[in-house]
């Protein structure tokens, strides 16, 4: 009969379980954005060399561009 109820716990005694540091993903992060950057970057000068190729057949412009050369 003689037990005591502790309603406050030590202060050196945590309340809750110390975290474990978490690991720094900006290698991860930096290595992603590079490799989409790459992607564009392919994407965009294929893109570029069809449109250089193919554009005036694209656009219309082919009977176009001789008279407005002609003209210059």
């Known amino acids: 009969m003689n037990e005591t109820i502790?309603?406050?716990?030590?202060?050196?005694?945590?309340?809750?379980p110390p975290e474990e540091k978490k690991k720094s993903n900006t290698l991860l992060i930096v290595v992603i954005v590079l490799i989409v950057l790459c992607c564009c970057c392919v994407c965009l000068s294929a893109f570029?060399?069809?449109?250089w190729r193919n554009?005036?057949?694209?656009?219309?412009?082919?009977?176009?561009?001789?008279?407005?050369?002609a003209s210059v």
């Open 48 to 51: 570029g060399g069809l449109a």
């Open 6 to 16: 502790i309603s406050n716990p030590p202060p050196d005694v945590p309340l809750t």
């Open 55 to 69: 554009g005036d057949r694209w656009l219309n412009l082919q009977g176009f561009l001789p008279l407005l050369l």
